[in-house]
């Protein structure tokens, strides 16, 4: 009962907030950017809540429990993106971007085509996490309720619909921002509480079955240099190209703020992986016989009631603190990007305000269909970041690099994404034939990024500008 009524005031919490901005809520812009015009500090725990989520709680649990300090690692190549990002932060508050295809477009110019590509793989990597989100928050709460897996996915993703449906931006930016500072405090709490149930980190190391992982500095890379390698190939770049990551950044309220929230972000993107190894590791040395992927559901059972009940509101911020992110993220692009674009471009703001609405709907059903038929969340997510690092790294960043030099075109563009993917799924497939280098198999990530280079200068070469 504990455990439900703190999910409760959680979702209520988010639902009021809702509510609250919808009458705020006039046109399709304040409902995929919420004015442009979000203070700092709201900014800062908005990219906190989004980029922390289901994956931490279960997949990243799981890093800790079989590798020990390695989430660490994982930690500092999803902060890294954030910093790199910082780079360019200000051009993108500048040119007021909603989309990556706004991007694309200013840098490449105006082409059909190249919209509908860019518009796709923009949603490649928040619908994976739509998916990832509804299945940690299942497998969480299945341990602790006993309720079917498959009804926990469709009630989390009802919930995140009507958070996200009322005002779109402003109501997910401002309760991830109430929901981020509990997400830290219960952080602080839980991992007190694993680390006085294993007797302190003296005891972990005493009891740990292998200790070696948590010695510093090896154990960063005890999960092995081609999985740390696939971490670095995917996640720095996905975050990178990430396209909640830019909603954020351009709904800043100044230029300035928008660099200063990414770097402040990824400190704290960074941080939360030591909760990770804490809860992680006090798994692994109280029972080492666990399923990785189990590791958070069985730490659920072993904390006193009330820690659980609140920690059952900590499970419910972090995921459904992204997924309604990601919910709206889509929803902005297929309103704006396809709908708009190509069906009817003449729409005024009411009619893409109820669009929006109705494609919200759509692709929560569409994501519950996935989570259910993919249930491995770390995978998930690894799998979008890499392929969305593979057609959109290049494009975006060359594109910016050389956005004065007359050399891009709409064909170029296209020909960075597409030939990213495609190089992306091949050396997926054929991975296993690939030749090592010094014994070691790179990430199948690297040869998409790779091959969308060669593309694209080779498209710029054959397509330039007249």
């Not at 970041?385 to 170029?412: E, Q």
């Not at 090592?436 to 790179?442: F, T």
């Amino acid at each position: 009962m504990l455990v439900l009524i703190s999910t409760a005031v959680v979702m209520l919490i988010g639902l009021g907030i809702a509510l609250y901005f919808q009458r705020r809520t006039k046109t399709a812009e304040d409902w995929a950017m919420g004015g442009r015009q979000l203070p700092s500090y709201v900014i800062v725990f908005t990219q906190f809540a989004t980029l922390v989520g289901g994956g931490v709680l279960v997949g990243h649990v799981s890093i800790g429990f079989s590798y020990g300090l390695a989430p660490l690692t994982y930690g500092v190549c999803g902060a890294a993106g954030c910093f790199i990002m910082a780079i360019i932060a200000s051009w993108l508050r500048e040119n007021e971007f909603t989309t990556i295809p706004d991007i694309l477009e200013k840098v490449y110019g105006k082409n059909s085509f190249l919209q509908l590509v860019g518009a796709v793989m923009a949603m490649v990597v928040p619908f994976g996490w739509i998916a990832s989100q509804a299945t940690a928050f299942a497998k969480l709460y299945a341990e602790i309720t006993g309720i079917d897996m498959n009804v926990l996915i469709v009630l989390l993703v009802i919930v995140c619909v009507l958070f996200t449906i009322p005002a779109g931006f402003s109501a997910v930016a401002w309760s991830d921002f109430i929901f981020g500072v509990m997400m830290l405090a219960l952080c602080v709490l839980t991992g007190y509480l694993a680390l006085d149930m294993a007797g302190g980190w003296g005891n972990i190391l005493a009891s740990h079955p292998a200790p070696e992982t948590l010695k510093f500095p090896g154990g960063l890379l005890s999960a092995g240099f081609s999985t740390t390698a696939l971490w670095f190939i995917a996640a720095t770049p996905g975050m990178m190209t990430n396209q909640m990551t830019l909603q954020r950044v351009c709904a800043a309220n100044s230029a300035k703020n928008a660099r200063r929230t990414l770097i402040i972000g990824g400190i704290l993107i960074a941080a939360i992986e030591l909760w990770v190894v804490v809860v992680g590791n006090t798994c692994r040395a109280l029972n080492p016989e666990l399923a990785p992927e189990g590791a958070s559901g069985w730490f659920l059972t072993q904390i006193p009631t009330w820690a659980l009940a609140l920690f059952s509101g900590f499970i419910a911020t972090t995921i459904i603190s992204t997924t309604d992110s990601a919910l709206q993220s889509v929803s902005v692009n297929l309103t704006q990007d396809i709908y708009k674009q190509f069906f009817d471009p003449k729409a005024d703001d009411k009619k893409l305000l109820n669009v929006s609405r109705i494609f919200t709907v759509i692709v929560a059903v569409a994501a519950v269909a996935l989570a259910i038929a993919f249930p491995k969340v770390l995978d998930l997510i690894v799998a979008s970041y890499a392929y969305s690092a593979s057609g959109l790294l290049v494009p975006i960043y060359c594109g910016y690099a050389f956005r004065n030099k007359n050399t891009l075109t709409p064909a170029s563009g296209i020909a960075g994404m597409v030939g990213g993917v495609v190089g992306c799924g091949l050396a997926q497939k054929f991975s296993a034939s690939l030749p090592a280098i010094a014994g070691i198999r790179l990430p199948y990530a690297i040869y998409g990024i790779l091959a969308s280079l060669i593309c694209l200068i080779v498209a710029s070469l054959i397509f330039k500008k007249k």
